[in-house]
């Protein structure tokens, strides 16, 4: 009650402002305007909306509280075309507003969805890169009975975006068999300005995912979006969609040093790789170092759970969400309808290439030896160790020194890093490095539409998807898997060393999805043909597919019809999620050494948008890395 007072406290300290500003104003269109403002202000959101214009504002002061209330990010708009259409079409009728004044409100309040900011440690904002608060609105789709309700403020949402030109909202479409055929080419001539919006979702596969979830089918099928492509009822939920990074990697690290990192036992010892004499014992030691760090991911999550239910309840947002008032609880005490905690694993590319090649090159080709592709691994293929491979070496040496009871002194480990360092430099190192590393080039890799690698791919998705979903939260949910990564594929690629699939120490890791970055050399329909091979209904905390185009392959009329049937084509075949760059690799580099001339482009970073200018080298890198595909 506290805070719905303060809520209408702060609609009327505007009303106020409004009426002072007019006052003083000699411009008689503006003071209309004031008086107008003055009114709404006075009436929203303490007694409701009577129109869209009212309904406008009222908008706008619950979205910019519930930011103000929690510092937080992902507080998504949602079905806008849906909730506001009613107070649209009744005014739009009675002649009380026309569809171009309509279509200026909701211009500004894109606008205004870009005012808002909050502050991130230093390590957030690499995993947050580009200062999105991911409020992603939503245009399209069914109602609860099935039935598609794309209406005029769907396009209008389209041109809001195309207006304004900014990052905010995070607009996204829903996409169904019953979807207008133009409203998806207006969709696509978005993309086609290069904006990285909309994102393309699939209702054919999230609404029952999201019933296999315990959400009645009417709810799934009013879903909307939230952050980046987490799927969820909106007014009934608390997901925690962003709950967690987990980096698939990091566990195939550890098999191949017995769950080791650094010299510290930190997983399971599943003994050496080099006596492991199948592929089923090496996977079932990968899958065994995935459970523990799953576990640990799951016991950190819940520890935050408790604290945010005990610390930081939101009394404002769980006023409007069901059944919080019933239950007398917060949403983070559980008050919520649905309650579900969905971390995101990311490096599913990476890991099914790494899999495959160890499978193929040691085990049935026996081309390499397991002794030989670690020493690969730990050189970086030859190329070098960084101080912190030497470090993390030394240190495993010298433990192992300790463990047998030997004494190490100081002087004794700097010889150790002194031997490190040139056996590392050796050439026949550097030459076993080179000729592994051609060898996994061989290697079919995962986004090329061969059925035998993307089996592959799907069965590695599962090792973290499956064991997720055994698991409860404080709240009396349960966990359910994403895999997407934000942008943290690149700081948390930077944290790890080199890979099976030829990947080198702490560069950016496969971003949600996607094949790895110039992997997918078959073109799109290839690309997409091998990610919907993938499991998309486990996954039901959302999935994320990036490709980028070069501009050509959209232009004119026939671009964007080739360009809605990849859409079509892959929800088909049951993807859920896609995004895009149209941008061509040349314009990214040069905005890299000119800056000052591209203040205004935008890109499609994970499941947002975002100034490209903004960005770190390294994600800006990792951008310009992705495969550039045409029809």
Known sequence: MISCDAVVTYARRYAK???????????????????????????????????????????????????????????????????????????????????????????????????????????????????????????????????????????????????????????????????????????????RTGIGLPAYYNDEVIIPSLVSRGLTLEDARDYNIIGCVEPQKAGKTEGWHDAAFFNMCRPLELVFNNGKDKGVQVGPQTGRVEDMKTFGEFYHAYKIQMDYAIKLLVNADNAIDVAHAERCPLPFLSSMVDDCMKKGKTVQEGGAVYNFTGPQGFGVANMADSLFAVKKLVYEEKKVTMKELKEALATNYGKGLSGED??????????????????????????????????????????????????????????????????????????????????????????QAGLYPVSANVPLGAQTGATPDGRLAHTPVADGVSPSAGKDINGPTAAANSVSRLDHYIASNGTLFNQKFHPSALSGRRGLENFVGLIRSYFDQKGSHMQFNVVSRETLLDAQKNPEQYKHLVVRVAGYSALFTTLSKSLQDDIIRRTEQGF
């Open 17 to 191: 402002l409004a009426l002072e500003e007019a006052e003083k104003c000699s411009d008689m269109i503006r003071k209309k305007e004031l008086l107008q403002i003055a009114q709404n202000c006075a009436n929203v959101p303490e007694k409701g909306a009577s129109g869209f214009y009212e309904a406008c504002q009222s908008f706008w002061f619950v979205q910019q509280l519930l930011q103000i209330e929690s510092s937080g990010h992902s507080i998504s708009p949602g079905r806008f075309d849906q909730y506001m259409y009613p107070y649209y079409k009744k005014d739009l009728d009675s002649g009380k507003i026309t569809r171009e004044f309509a279509q200026e409100l909701m211009d500004c309040i894109w606008v205004k969805l870009n005012d808002l900011n909050k502050c991130r440690d230093a390590v957030s904002a690499e995993g947050f890169a580009g200062y999105s608060l991911f409020q992603n609105l939503i245009a399209g789709g069914q109602n609860e009975e099935g039935i598609d309700v794309t209406n005029d403020l769907s396009f209008m949402s389209i041109e809001a975006s195309m207006h304004v030109y900014l990052p905010q909202p995070s607009l996204s479409v829903r996409v169904w068999n019953g979807s207008p055929h133009e409203f998806l080419i207006k969709a696509a001539e978005l993309t």
């Open 390 to 479: 030497v470090a993390s070496m030394t240190a495993e040496i010298a433990g192992g020194m300790k463990a047998a009871g030997q004494a190490v002194t100081e002087r004794e480990v700097a010889a150790i890093l002194k031997t490190v360092v040139a056996a590392s430099e050796a050439p026949e190192v550097k030459a076993n490095g080179e000729r592994i590393l051609k060898l996994i080039e061989e290697v079919p890799k995962f986004g090329n539409d061969i059925p035998e690698v993307d089996a592959f791919a799907r069965d590695v998705a599962y090792t973290y998807t499956k064991p997720l979903q055994n698991y409860k939260n404080p709240r009396g949910g349960i966990f």
